[in-house]
Nanobody
Framework: QVQLVESGGGLVQPGTSLRLTCVAS????????MGWYRQAPGKQRELVAT?????????SDSVKGRFTISRDNDKEKDTVFLQMDSLKPEDTAVYYC??????????WGQGTQVTVSS
């Protein structure tokens, strides 16, 4: 079983920054891809960014150039970070961490709220 625990959400003003962290713990499965999705009220969940174990990244067009995903791997856990700069009100959403193992099983975190408002 894989457990994902997110932290770092909050209320911030437009133009400022926030950093999300997600820790994936598993004794049995190796996490290949980690990433972030988000879901705004009344909208479908959408991809924000992903990163493979080897460090290859992918970003949605809406966050490219403003958000940076990074990752630390060690024997006991994998940690993924999402540095969010130049935040906009339209970035307001619940952000979910995802981990995908080599069998393509998806694991989700509980979500963390990010609100960008003046």
């Amino acid at each position: 079983q894989v457990q994902l625990v997110e932290s770092g959400g909050g209320l911030v003003q437009p133009g400022t920054s926030l950093r999300l962290t997600c820790v994936a713990s598993s004794r049995m499965f190796t996490i290949h891809v980690m990433g972030w999705y988000r879901q705004a009220p009344g909208k479908q969940r959408e991809l924000v960014a992903t990163i493979t174990r080897s460090g290859s990244t992918n970003y949605s067009d809406s966050v490219k150039g403003r958000f940076t995903i990074s990752r630390d791997n060690d024997k006991e856990k994998d940690t993924v970070f999402l540095q969010m700069d130049s935040l906009k009100p339209e970035d307001t959403a619940v952000y979910y961490c995802i981990g995908i193992d080599y069998a393509e099983n998806n694991y989700w975190g509980q979500g963390t709220q990010v609100t960008v408002s003046s």
